[in-house]
Every structure is written in C-alpha cells, then in structure tokens.
Nanobody, 120 residues
Framework: QVQLVESGGGLVQTGGSLRLSCAAS????????MGWYRQAPGSQREFVAGGSTSSGVTKYADSVKGRFTISRDDAKNTIYLEMSSLKPEDTAVYYC?????????????WGQGTQVTVSA
C-alpha cells in the first residue's frame, strides 16, 4: 500500500499562485508514476500533470502548460505542484495520484484531495 497526503490548497485571487504538496509513504518503491489530477464540481476527474519516477519525464494538460510545474524531492518522498497565473477555471479539488503496473494491470493510489478556489 501507498499513502498519499496532500496539502497546500486554499483560496487565491485570479492571477495568484499556490503550491501543492503530496507526501508519499508506504511501499513507495513500487511506484512508477506520480502526478496530479483535479475534479471540478459536476465534472469528471482530469489529469493535470505527472510523470515517471524513474525517467523524470513529465507531462502536462494543455490547459495548464506554462502555468503549472511539477517537481519532486526524493529525500522527502514528496512531489509538488507549483501553480501560477491561476484562473477561476482552475478551481477544483486537486488529488495526488501514484500508480504502478502490476501483474493484473495498473494499480492507482489517491490522496484525500485538497481544495483550490480561484476567485474572479
């Protein structure tokens, strides 16, 4: 099992910045990928940013490219999401995600989520 704990959400004005953190614990050696998803009210959960824990290659959703940056601190088993130039449409619950590919396919772990609200 892998446990993920997010922090750093809050209320910010349009154009502002926030940094989300996700601390991982447990069987983290099994993880292939880590990243962030978000879910706005009435919408499906969507990918925001993430990447391979081995290669370091990262990907971003088109809607956040150039504004969000994912990074990690291996010593702390923590990943971060630096969000800048925030827009009201970025308002959502942000979830940390990690996964690996086991014999039965992909296995996902999720954090509890942290609310990000961007006021107009």
């Amino acid at each position: 099992q892998v446990q993920l704990v997010e922090s750093g959400g809050g209320l910010v004005q349009t154009g502002g910045s926030l940094r989300l953190s996700c601390a991982a614990s447990g069987k983290i050696f099994s993880i292939n990928h880590m990243g962030w998803y978000r879910q706005a009210p009435g919408s499906q959960r969507e990918f925001v940013a993430g990447g391979s824990t081995s290669s370091g290659v990262t990907k971003y959703a088109d809607s956040v490219k150039g504004r969000f940056t994912i990074s990690r601190d291996d010593a702390k088993n923590t990943i971060y999401l630096e969000m800048s130039s925030l827009k009201p449409e970025d308002t959502a619950v942000y979830y940390c995600n990690s996964y690996f590919f086991g014999p039965r396919g992909r296995v996902d772990y999720w954090g509890q989520g942290t609310q990000v609200t961007v006021s107009a």
